[in-house]
């Protein structure tokens, strides 16, 4: 079972940036797909962005996209979410996930991710 572990979270002021790191464990990383998900205080959790073993692909919520750019290094076991603009209501803990069946791609549904990481807090002032 891989381990992922987030780290990059913090406190920034409407407007600015952060760029979330998510570091896996083992030798099999490039196997897996990866995704991004955040969940605020109350609500339910919910995608942010995933991308393809190979980097081919990607996909990004509508809330986020031409924000937010997610990117891999497979030679590094890490994932990364970069976020510009950062608006108040991007307050979340942010997660990262992974999953390795065969015949799916990127996906949107959490139900589908086999591994997550612990989180990473990430909150925005107004």
């Known amino acids: 079972q891989v381990q992922l572990v987030e780290s990059g979270g913090g406190l920034v002021q409407t407007g600015g940036s952060l760029t979330l790191s998510c570091a896996a464990s083992g030798r099999t990383f490039s196997m897996y797909v990866m995704g991004w998900f955040r969940q605020a205080p109350g609500k339910e959790r919910e995608f942010v962005s995933a991308?393809?073993?190979?980097?081919?692909?990607?996909r990004y919520a509508d809330s986020v996209k031409g924000r937010f750019t997610i990117s891999r290094d497979n030679a590094k076991n890490t994932v990364y979410l970069q976020m510009i603009s950062l608006k108040p209501e991007d307050t979340a803990v942010y997660f990262c996930?992974?999953?390795?069946?065969?015949?799916?791609?990127?996906?949107?549904?959490?139900?589908?991710?086999?591994?997550w990481g612990q989180g990473t807090q990430v909150t925005v002032s107004s």
């Open positions: 996930a992974c999953h390795s069946r065969p015949l799916l791609s990127i996906t949107s549904s959490p139900e589908e991710y086999e591994s």
């Open positions: 991308i393809s073993r190979g980097s081919g692909s990607t």
